[in-house]
């Protein structure tokens, strides 16, 4: 199924576990949300959504063993960020 990012900020329990000094994984440094249509993070602007693009691929967000391969769709004139084999939710 194709799930829609809709945004992304830092994990909370990274900054606990630096705080105690305990290692954190780092591909889990980053929390992220979906939705399955791109109704709220839609891009504008081609390189912008590029560059976003880069991003959350870097963060190698992943939902149990699935890591999800992100890629641009394109919704209208505008761009969204979405995983095409992303588990049901």
Known sequence: MKAYVTGY???????Q??????????????LIQYERQPDHWKIPNKEVAE???RLVQGYRFHVGLHYC???????GE?????????PDF
Request: negative net charge; contains cysteine; proline residues 10%.
């Open 9 to 15: 900020a830092p994990n909370p329990e990274h900054e």
């Open 17 to 30: 576990a630096e705080r105690l000094g305990q290692p954190y994984p780092i591909e889990d440094f980053y």
């Open 51 to 53: 560059l976003e693009l």
């Open 69 to 75: 391969d992100f890629e641009l769709e394109q919704v």
């Open 78 to 86: 505008e761009y969204a960020i979405v995983c095409k084999s992303h």
